[in-house]
């Protein structure tokens, strides 16, 4: 029987990173799995649980538990959506189906790893230099640390270390517009320290979209490209080869 | 007090910023040094067995308040010190200034101590007519130039090297050039006169034991210990969550506070103090006063959420690792206690409408939660206050009426896409400026691209 996975393509990256949600279903299909795209699905409501709005954060969050309601498996090209079900939901709606809910719930590359127990891809990215930078929601929050950079490797990508890979990026949702100075500030020491790649990937579009954005206000009026950020839903399709 | 503004933190961590290059090239490279040397001290021990039980002792501490109070009270008082309850910092101070009239205090030695920088003590002693020396290496650099710490274990972290050779040039006459050791050298020349000519000590109290009426202090200096047994008369500001049930309780609490802080197995000096000195002791101050001070802390205790910062032992672990601290130091929230923990206990202890924006000061990254060694869960505690900020009604217009209009659209998938299908239509580089969200990011970021169409309505068409 194949597996049925349902896509929560998650609000940003359905508008910001329509491209890498449709690689992640070709990669999911790859692996022979059966991806469904529930279409009522909107936003987890991560960005008003954050910003203090408990009680517009628990009306999407019933919203969404009734979207994935028959779903078997979740999965989310969004460590930080993903954290937000999984450790979240059942403070801000039914404990009972909250909790279900989050069992059946992965970030990308955790649902590769530790339920599809991918090893390797393929050799797609033989040759390429990449560093990743860990979503704080998917590192602390899900626990999601090796998974992605054995997939890399994997595929063939070095990984090369990069001095900052943990630390925040600065995005963090509103915070990013409330407090505009010191996020950039975050976003330069990942940038200062960023190693010489051919991409940066991440598992979250909006560090991408943080990152990228800051990247290329630091390089208006002078020369030369910033490094190409890249969602690894896009990295990973490439993996294949 | 000092300053009390947090209200401006925005306006002042984009000044440091911008204007101050160097304040983060110092923070930024204390602070790594701090969380590296607490990474090998927590390595070396049990670190999460540890944690749980020094986040046990100090939950069951503070249920008990009333009773370990009241003990280490009775403690202090047949121990022959005087035992002082401060509810304000108003109160406190009064207690300084009646020492000072009946002992005709001129000159007073000072250890570290966050609290009394929170009451404003130097201040209120300057305005008795009391000189009074902050002995404390970093305090004393900070104490010339007239500025509030930036961290709590390592008051002058904001300064790099050279500002403390061109201050001591200035103060003292060392070299322009000369070595780290020989300002220490030069900085404890000076300071001895002080502690000879001073006739009161002030200190903190990092630990207050109950069973025995144990004042707690830890230091790397020696100066606490001097600030303590030199001056005739000695009064400890302690704030009253310092409370622990047992002597026996140290020992833990003192080691794990030293690895959190600076990586050491525990402080070089470890002062216990019970009293003022007996009959047969030759050194120590003649009378020793405990000032307990409350001074918002009931008020924190009886948040039924926010009381957990309570716990804290001022380690600075949490602002060592935080990004967002690590930008600007400490000055930049605009009172003592900066960084996650100066955040939690703000909107507690000084009302949440003058604390903002300090509980959204922060990414909810999680870092903290990693390093606190009596495990406060400091981005629960963020979300708490910004809850409670929406819930009293202390946030913005636009911000309220742009999420509840967005949770209104996500309750209805259709009208959802229809309004992100908006995104490519929107002015993001001219008129979003102006926007208050929009706005805010476009300030230090190139605009983002939508992709050119929605994944909606890839999968509508097919994806291959
Ligand atoms: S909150 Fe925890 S980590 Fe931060 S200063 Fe207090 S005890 Fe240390």
């Known amino acids: 029987m194949t597996m049925r996975v349902a896509l929560f393509a998650t609000c940003l990256a359905d508008q910001f990173f329509a491209e890498a949600c449709a690689d992640a279903v070709r990669l999911l299909r790859h692996l022979g799995v059966d991806v469904d795209f529930p279409e009522r699905q909107t936003c987890c409501g991560q960005p008003a649980f954050n910003a203090g709005y408990k009680a517009e954060a628990a009306r999407m969050a019933a919203h969404t538990l009734s979207v994935f309601e028959d779903a078997e498996y979740v999965v989310l090209p969004s460590g930080s959506c993903a954290g937000m079900i999984r450790s979240y939901y059942s403070e801000i709606s039914d404990e009972g189906p909250a909790l279900d809910l989050g069992k059946r719930t992965f970030e990308l590359s955790q649902f590769l790893v530790h339920v599809l127990n991918v090893e390797t891809l393929g050799r797609g990215l033989s040759g390429k230099t990449v560093a990743y930078h860990h979503g704080c929601h998917a590192l602390r929050e899900l626990g999601v640390d090796s998974e992605p950079i054995a997939l890399l490797s994997g595929a063939g990508a070095q990984v090369v270390p990069w001095e900052a890979d943990k630390e925040c990026c600065g995005f963090g949702g509103l915070f990013s517009a409330k407090l505009p100075e010191v996020s950039a500030a975050m976003a330069d020491r990942k940038l200062d320290t960023l190693p010489n790649v051919d991409f940066v990937t991440s598992g979250d579009g909006g560090c991408l979209l943080q990152l990228s954005g800051r990247s290329q206000r630091r390089r208006v009026g002078a020369s030369g490209v910033t490094t190409p950020f890249r969602h690894i839903a896009s990295a990973l399709w490439e993996g294949v080869g | ?464």
């Open chain 2, 1 to 464: 007090m000092s300053r009390v503004n947090p209200g401006a933190y925005r306006a002042a961590s984009a000044r440091t910023i911008q204007n101050e290059p160097g304040v983060r090239d110092s923070v930024g490279s204390a602070t790594r040094t701090f969380d590296a040397n607490r990474v090998r001290a927590f390595g070396q021990i049990d670190s999460e067995r540890w944690r749980d039980w020094a986040r046990d002792v100090k939950t069951h501490a503070l249920t008990n308040l009333d009773r370990y109070l009241e003990e280490a009270e009775m403690r202090l008082l047949a121990n022959g010190a005087h035992v002082h309850w401060a509810e304000s910092a108003d109160d406190a101070l009064r207690v300084l200034a009646d020492v000072v009239a009946r002992h005709d205090i001129r000159s007073a030695v000072k250890g570290k101590s966050m609290l009394t920088e929170e009451l404003g003590v130097n201040d209120h002693l300057e305005q008795l007519g009391v000189r009074v020396r902050e002995t404390d290496l970093g305090e004393y650099i900070i104490q010339l130039l007239g500025e509030p710490p930036s961290h709590i274990v390592g008051p002058a972290i904001h300064k790099s090297l050279d500002d403390c050779r061109r201050l001591f040039h200035a103060h003292l006459g060392t070299a322009p050039d000369a070595t780290p050791e020989t300002l220490a050298a030069a900085a404890r020349d000076a300071l001895r006169q002080d502690f000879l000519a001073a006739d009161l000590g002030i200190s903190g109290g990092n630990f207050l034991a109950a069973d025995t009426g144990t004042v707690a202090l830890i230091e790397n200096e020696g100066n606490i210990r001097l600030s303590t047994s030199l001056p005739r008369v000695h009064v400890a500001f302690v704030g009253i969550e310092k409370i622990v049930p047992r002597l026996e309780d140290l020992s833990g609490l003192l080691q794990l506070t030293a690895r959190a802080a600076t990586g050491q197995p525990i402080g070089n000096f470890v002062s216990l103090i019970q009293g003022p000195k007996t009959n047969e002791e030759v050194d120590g101050p003649e009378e020793v006063h405990v000032v307990l001070v409350d001074n918002g802390r009931t008020e924190l205790l009886a948040d039924d959420v926010a009381w957990e910062a309570l716990r804290c032992v001022r380690c600075g672990a949490c602002l060592n690792i935080c990004p967002v601290y690590r930008q600007t130091g400490g000055h930049a929230y605009g009172w003592t206690y900066s960084g996650p923990i100066g955040a939690i206990i703000a909107p507690g202890m000084l009302g949440l409408a003058k604390a903002l924006p300090l509980p959204h000061a922060s990414s909810l990254c999680g870092a903290c939660v990693d390093v606190c060694p009596v495990r406060i869960p400091i981005p629960d505690l963020l979300l708490h206050w910004r809850e409670q900020a929406v819930e009293e009604g202390l946030t913005t217009t636009a911000e309220t009426i742009g999420l509840k209009a967005f949770t209104a659209l996500a309750e209805r998938p259709d009208a959802f896409s229809a309004a992100g299908a908006l995104l490519r239509w929107t002015p993001w580089s001219a008129a979003g400026r102006s926007l208050p969200i929009l706005g805010g990011w476009l300030q230090e970021r190139s605009a983002p691209h939508p992709s050119q169409k929605s994944f909606r309505r890839l999968w509508e068409e097919g994806i291959e």
